[in-house]
């Protein structure tokens, strides 16, 4: 698959933009497991215009996980061509503009799933920022605002006209916010409706449900979000189903702890330790869920404060899992 000039490998997925989640760190250890395209956090577009410096740690890219998209926010049409310039500057590979975040304060404020009750407003802001680089522009959206007013199918063609290089479907409306089901049937509709490739996103877990959304939808390609939350060698998983439909175990305990614990390393190598180990609690009870015990664990994971307790709890799974 190729997104404008961008080629993509499309017996595999990518990683999708995840607020909080999809930062450097993780985005490059998904890579490393098998992710051939990840999408940076969401940007603010008048974050970026007012020269916030979140917002710009937030666009930082490395050489280890491209090709790579910078995915900006917001319902001004100026603004968000200013700032898909102003990341230009970081080097990403694609720009994605997000019309489809469920999160009241996101869409509250008419950004990411509110444009989709705007479907005029949503083509300028994508007219605006197709004009304003020369890179390729991609945008992610949902079913619909609810399922009274699903109009995915003329986001994706008003999307084609806007010279948009691919588009992205999440499975669900935004007043679902990430309740089941995902409508593949719809995907399927969109998909058929325009030539520009289509990106489905999910419910995706593992290489069995994508075979299923490739099957069901004819997408072009696949983004994996809350699926790779605390595994992300759901990668390996998928590339391994898709390519030759060998299906791939769960890790042991052990190998499980290896990847956190490095993970968790890498997070507070490029934000500190104080920050690191504070976004590493959520990271750690997504991988220790399921494990025998969990709950225990879970209370301890709470009341970290350091790498080297990390580390002792770490251990203490793996022997008591072994």
Request: proline letters at 5%; charged letters at 25%; one cysteine or more.
């Amino acid at each position: 698959m190729k997104i404008g000039n961008i080629e993509i490998n499309s017996r595999s997925a990518g990683l999708a933009p995840m607020a909080g989640v999809a930062d450097r760190a993780f985005r490059e250890i998904c890579v490393e497991f098998g992710a051939t395209y990840v999408v940076s956090e969401m940007v603010s577009s008048k974050g970026l215009t007012m020269c916030d410096r979140k917002s710009k740690s937030l666009l930082v890219l490395s050489d280890a996980e491209r090709p790579a998209a910078a995915q900006i926010f917001g319902s001004d049409p100026d603004i968000m061509a200013q700032s898909a310039v102003s990341c230009l500057a970081y080097q990403p590979d694609v720009i994605d503009i997000n019309m489809g975040c469920p999160a009241p304060k996101i869409a509250g404020n008419g950004g990411g799933a509110a444009l989709l009750k705007n479907p005029e407003l949503a083509q300028k802001i994508m007219e605006s920022v197709r004009k304003a680089v020369d890179i390729p522009v991609t945008v992610k959206i949902r079913l619909g605002w609810d399922s009274d007013s699903i109009n995915c199918v003329e986001m994706a063609k008003r999307a084609e006209a806007a010279g948009m290089d691919a588009i992205t479907v999440h499975g669900r409306t935004r007043s679902q916010m990430y309740a089941p089901p995902v409508d593949r049937e719809m995907i399927a509709r969109v998909k058929s409706s325009v030539s520009i490739p289509v990106i489905a996103n999910g419910d995706i877990t593992d290489g069995i449900s994508a075979a299923k959304m490739i099957e069901e939808t004819n997408c072009d390609y696949l983004l994996v979000g809350r699926g790779a939350l605390g595994r992300p060698w759901v990668f390996s998983q998928i590339s391994a189903y898709l390519q030759s439909e060998v299906i791939l175990p769960e890790p042991p305990v052990s190998e499980r702890m290896r990847v956190m614990v490095g993970h968790i390393r890498r997070i507070c190598q490029y934000k500190g330790e104080r920050v690191g180990i504070r976004e590493a609690r959520k990271h750690a009870a997504w991988y220790i869920k399921g494990i025998r015990g969990a709950a225990s664990y879970r209370q301890k994971v709470g009341a970290l404060e350091s790498i080297e307790q990390l580390e002792e709890l770490a251990f203490r799974i793996t022997a008591e899992n072994s």
